[in-house]
C-alpha cells in the first residue's frame, strides 16, 4: 500500500494538501519548507517544479516559480535537493509540473530520479489522457508512482469515470474553470462537488483553487475528503521571512 493510500485509510475527511514551490523563497528553502509543513498538520505535500510557461498557474504562483527559477532551482537540482529527504519527511510528497521540463530530463528518467528520493506521485496537468494511457502509464507503474489527474465543473460522467479508472493516489477537482490564486464562489460549486461524491468514484477527490482559509477549507471538504492549498500559502511565505513562524500561523488558522 503507498504513503497515499494508508493517508487516506487511516483519514477520509478534512485532508489538506499544500502546495509549494520548489527553490521558492529561496534555492535551498525547499527542505525546510516541507519540514515546516508536516510538523504543523499538512496531510500531503505538492511540490511544484517550477516552469517558464504554466498554464493553470495564477500570478503568484507563477512569480514564485520565476524567483525559483531565477534562484537557479532546476530538475537535477530538486532531485539533489530531495535524495535525502525521505529520512525527514514521512507524509506524502507529490510532484506538480508540465510536461515540457519533464520531457527535456527524459520521462523515464524523471521517474526513476522521483522513486528513487522517495517521491509518492506525479501531476501533470498537461499530459493528455490518450499519451498517457498508450505511452506514459507503463513507466508511472514501472516506478509505482501515483499519477493524478483533474476534473472541472465542466468535465463530463464519463471522462470523470474515465480519468478517475486511471488515477491513482487521488483526483483532483478544479474548483472552477480558471487559473489558481482568483477568488471561487466555493458555496455555487457544491452541485459539482456533491455531483462527484455521488458517483462513488474509486479515488479520494481533493478540491484545488480558492482555497484561501478556514471556512473554504471547510467548504472545499464537505463533499470532498479534503483540499489543496497553494497561493494563500505563497502568500504567507512572502509576508514573512520566517518560513517556520509562516507555516505554523497559516496552518493553524487553517486547521485550527
Known sequence: ???????????????????CTAGYPDLDSTLRIMKALQDNGAD??????PYSDPLADG?????????ALENGMSLGKLF???RDFRTVIHIPVLLMGYMNPVLQYGFEQF??????????????????????????SKLLKKYRLDFVFLVTPETSESRVRKVDSLSSGFLYAVSSSSTTGKDKDLESQQAYLERLENMKLKNPVLVGFG?????TFLTASRHTQGAIIGTAYI???ENNPNIE???KQFLTSILN
Open 44 to 49: 500531503l505535500i505538492e511540490l511544484g517544479m
Open 111 to 136: 521517474c526513476e530520479a522521483a522513486a528513487e528520493a522517495g517521491v509518492d506521485g506525479i501531476i501533470l496537468p498537461d499530459l493528455p489522457v490518450y499519451e498517457f494511457e498508450t505511452e506514459y
Open 245 to 247: 513562524s509562516a507555516t
Open 59 to 67: 500570478p503568484v504562483i507563477q512569480a514564485s516559480g520565476t524567483k
Open 235 to 237: 502568500k504567507a511565505l
Open 1 to 19: 500500500m503507498s504513503r497515499i493510500e494508508k493517508l487516506f485509510e487511516k483519514k477520509n475527511k478534512n485532508v489538506l494538501n499544500v502546495y
Open 211 to 215: 482555497i484561501k482559509d478556514r471556512t
Open 80 to 82: 539533489w535537493q530531495l
